[in-house]
C-alpha cells in the first residue's frame, strides 16, 4: 500500500463503542485524537515520526457502524475492556445452546487476523464432522450464484 520507500504503519486506539451515550462528536474530534494519538507515539516511541506521515486514514466508530454494517460501530466486536478480552469472550463451543460453535472476533481468544484464525484452528479440532450438504436444486432461487 505504501510507495516505494515507503512503508504502512498501522495505530489501533480502543475508543468506546456508540452505544454508550459519551458524548463523542466524532465528525469534529476525529481529527484532535489522531494528532493526540501521532503526538503521544512521536514522544515515547518514534521520535520524527509526524514529519515522515505523508497519508493518514482514519476510522472512527461511525465508519464501522456506517461502512462495515457494524453495530454500534464496534471495530473488533465486542467493546474494549478486560472483562471482554480473551478468556473472558465467549467461547468457542456455546455453553448456553448445544451444537452451536462460535468463531471470529467475538469469540475467544480475540480480535484482530491471529485471534480470528485462532478461533479458525480451535472450531476446526472442536466441531464434528458435518453431515454431507444436500445438493442445492438447480430451480432454486440464487442456485447459480
Do not use: C
Amino acid at each position: 500500500m505504501a510507495p516505494e520507500g515507503d512503508d504502512t504503519f498501522y495505530v489501533l486506539s480502543p475508543v468506546p463503542h456508540l452505544g454508550h451515550d459519551n458524548g463523542v462528536n466524532w465528525a469534529t474530534e476525529a481529527e484532535p485524537y489522531r494528532q493526540k494519538m501521532l503526538k503521544m507515539l512521536e514522544e515515547r516511541l518514534l521520535p520524527g515520526l509526524s514529519s515522515r506521515v505523508t497519508e493518514s486514514l482514519v476510522f472512527t466508530p461511525e465508519t464501522f457502524r456506517d461502512v462495515y454494517l457494524s453495530p454500534f460501530g464496534a471495530g473488533f466486536s465486542m467493546e474494549p475492556r478486560i472483562l471482554q478480552s480473551a478468556w473472558f469472550r465467549p467461547h468457542n463451543i456455546s455453553e448456553e445452546l448445544p451444537g452451536l460453535y462460535l468463531a471470529g472476533a467475538g469469540t475467544h481468544p480475540g480480535a484482530g487476523v491471529p485471534g480470528v484464525i485462532g478461533t479458525a484452528e480451535v472450531l476446526a479440532t472442536l466441531v464434528p464432522d458435518a453431515p454431507p450438504r444436500r445438493a442445492v436444486p438447480a430451480d432454486f432461487p440464487m442456485a447459480a450464484e
